[in-house]
């Protein structure tokens, strides 16, 4: 069963760092470019970070450029995300996704983990 | 930034409906357009992509269309499994969603 879940998020102070794992199962994760999508409480959906298959390319949203580094580890089977300088409007819940055909970038989501948790707040 | 707007931001139908959601985006994004589901507390759940390409497994009841700037999602008979908020998202440059149209019981 092709599955993503994601870790490592929780309660954190402005101004704090924090980072987010997912961890891919059931297809062969290095193939494939992976993303981070959040969603505030009751709002919609807005694109964080990408990185290609091979890590040689990186996007971010403005919101996030220069707080925010995606990295990749093919050999675990994982994606990361490291989060410093928190603010209260980063407080998400944060989606790990996989892109639909191999080697892409510009494509869309075909899975989705289920999310974690990420509370920014004094 | 490519600008992506979605309308109605609520719709309300009845089962059996047919609904058409439509989506803008700031200037051409040719047909690099998905549309997403989201329920309650799930994560969201891919439809449709290339503009009109059905997701393996999603029910032949909804299909989408467009080019450019202009792109619909319709669901030619609403469902109880359907209400749900929709979102659109380009993938042409960066990627970005649309607000989102919640779809609601009349």
């Known amino acids: 069963e092709v599955q993503l879940v994601e870790s490592g998020g929780g309660l954190v102070q402005p101004g704090r760092s924090l980072r987010l794992s997912c961890a891919a199962s059931g297809f062969t994760f290095d193939d494939y470019a992976m993303h981070w999508v959040r969603q505030a409480p009751g709002k919609g959906l807005e694109w964080v970070s990408g990185i290609s298959w091979n890590s040689g390319s990186i996007g971010y949203a403005d919101s996030v450029k220069g707080r925010f580094t995606i990295s990749r580890d093919n050999a675990k089977n994982s994606l990361y995300l490291q989060m410093n300088s928190l603010r209260a409007e980063d407080t998400a819940l944060y989606y790990c996704?996989?892109?639909?055909?191999?080697?892409?970038?510009?494509?869309?989501?075909?899975?989705w983990g289920q999310g974690t948790m990420v509370t920014v707040s004094s | 930034d490519i600008q992506m707007t979605q309308s109605p931001s609520t719709l309300s139908a009845s089962v059996g409906d047919r609904v058409t959601i439509t989506c803008r985006a700031s200037q051409s994004i040719s047909s690099w357009l998905a549309w997403y589901q989201q329920k309650p507390g799930k994560a969201p759940k891919l439809l449709i992509y290339k503009a009109s390409s059905l997701e393996s497994g999603v029910p032949s009841r909804f299909s989408g269309s467009g080019s450019g700037t202009e792109f619909t999602l319709t669901i030619s008979s609403l469902q109880p499994d359907d209400f749900a908020t929709y979102y659109c998202q380009q993938y042409n440059s960066l990627w970005t969603f649309g607000q989102g149209t919640k779809v609601e019981i009349k």
């Open positions: 996704a996989k892109v639909i055909a191999v080697a892409g970038f510009h494509d869309a989501f075909d899975i």
